[in-house]
């Protein structure tokens, strides 16, 4: 039984990864040194060129990366990296199954943070820097990081705590107790987002524009979307990317659009990405989104609820002992082939959700020119590609190609 876990595992791993390598290559060789006619307005060939060189740099380095990703998973696997961190934390002496279950997830996040943190630091410093995107210091960088493990320990530690208490005491129902606990925590997380979290990386100031201020307030009364705060966000801090987003559920929706998106856009064009944000509420496609995951995730879950302390799992990552710690961890593995799958399913619903907000947004503000011309700015700011292969856009696309998305709103 453990020689058909290990070809699953193994075999997942592989897989992913060549799978994702010959996709990388399908998406260069389907850059095209013809510029799609939708944007020979905003493109010039100097532009388009340096468009196609970010795409390129970015896959390349990719190649890389995920090259030395896949290798430290296999070595850590075939290597019995797993037992000898276990072995190690058992001999502390805790004798807790949740202290011992928080020591070996936090070493191995740490592990993993300290191998990767070197292709952070280069894809920022080095490659968003040399295409013009950067605005991160070092000392942001690290002020990022010592904040993010500081929410682990404040809020993943209890959560996670929590987790591994209720499957060693409540059984076979274990994962049920388990399900609800996510997600609750993922509707509590909503305000704590909000007031403590966002704040924490990034500065918030009331919209001063009064023009474009007065603009958001009519669109929200005239189609009945109640809005608390409107708030420009310090995007700029970090990089001269662009975005937009709303939080908060009822009556407390916020909307915190980025500095560099008012720099970029004039504002229609804003409105007409706001519209759009604002279609995915009266869609319904946030309320389909949280059903879905949480249908997914109770799935996944009940999946689980088998694999605890199964012998022949742990039996390919040469453990000695069983626990439920170590048992939340191999699943994951195991469970890739099922969540590439799923990506798969929720990236399609994902493109199909995103054509239809883009509809809403010119149905509800009566042109779809603004957003065309917002969605071109983007796409030029951000050096975006404009051939992807459809099989890159299967696998990895949330959001439809933007000559797509411009097509469609033509019509």
Same mark, same amino acid.
């Given at each position: ?66 090259? !030395? !990703? ?38 191995l996040i740490i592990i993993s943070d300290l191998i990767f943190t070197p292709f952070s630091l280069y894809n920022i410093f080095v490659i968003e820097e040399k295409f013009g995107f950067n605005k991160m210091t ?44 996510? !997600? ?18 990034n500065k918030f100031s009331p919209l001063k524009n009064e023009s474009l201020l007065k603009k958001i307030e009519n669109y929200m009364q005239e189609i009945k979307f109640p809005i608390t705060k409107i708030e ?109 799958? !799923? ?55 949330s959001h439809p190609p933007v000559v797509e998305r411009i097509n469609a709103l033509k019509k």
């Amino acid at each position: 039984m453990d020689n058909i876990y290990s070809i699953i595992i193994i075999g997942a791993i592989v897989f992913e990864y060549c799978l994702s390598n010959i996709i990388r290559k399908l998406n260069l060789n389907a850059l095209h040194t013809k510029l799609p006619n939708e944007f020979s307005d905003v493109f010039d060939k100097e532009l388009y060129n340096k468009s196609q060189l970010y795409t390129q740099t970015k896959e390349k380095f990719a190649y890389f990366s995920s090259t !030395m !990703m896949v290798l430290f998973s296999l070595s850590i696997i075939l290597f019995g990296v797993y037992n000898i961190l276990d072995e190690y934390i058992l001999t502390l002496g805790f004798n807790a199954d949740i202290i011992n279950g928080l020591l070996f997830y936090g070493i191995l996040i740490i592990i993993s943070d300290l191998i990767f943190t070197p292709f952070s630091l280069y894809n920022i410093f080095v490659i968003e820097e040399k295409f013009g995107f950067n605005k991160m210091t070092l000392k942001t960088f690290i002020s990022d990081k010592i904040k993010s493990y500081f929410l682990i320990i404040l809020i993943g530690a209890p959560i996670t705590a929590l987790l591994l208490y209720f499957f060693k005491h409540f059984g076979d129902n274990a994962w049920i107790y388990v399900w609800i606990l996510l !997600m609750s925590f993922s509707i509590i997380m909503q305000p704590i987002f909000i007031l403590f979290v966002a704040p924490l990386f990034n500065k918030f100031s009331p919209l001063k524009n009064e023009s474009l201020l007065k603009k958001i307030e009519n669109y929200m009364q005239e189609i009945k979307f109640p809005i608390t705060k409107i708030e420009v966000m310090d995007g700029s801090k970090r990089s001269s990317h662009s975005n937009a987003y709303f939080s908060g559920f009822g009556k407390n929706k916020r909307i915190a659009l980025f500095d560099t998106l008012i720099e970029s856009m004039d504002e229609d064009e804003i409105l007409a990405v706001l519209a759009h944000e604002v279609g995915h509420y009266k869609l319904k496609h946030i309320q389909t989104g949280i059903i879905l995951s949480a249908i997914q995730s109770g799935i996944m879950l009940f999946i689980l609820s088998f694999f605890i302390n199964n012998q022949a799992l742990f039996d390919v990552f040469h453990m000695n002992n069983l626990s439920i710690y170590a048992s939340l961890v191999f699943f994951s593995i195991l469970y890739t082939p099922i969540s590439m799958i !799923m990506g798969f399913i929720f990236n399609y619903i994902s493109r199909k959700n995103e054509f239809e907000a883009d509809e809403y947004s010119s149905q509800t503000t009566g042109s779809p020119e603004y957003l065309i011309s917002a969605l071109k700015k983007l796409t030029v700011e951000n050096l975006g590609n404009l051939t992807p292969h459809w099989l890159n856009v299967a696998f990895n696309y949330s959001h439809p190609p933007v000559v797509e998305r411009i097509n469609a709103l033509k019509k």
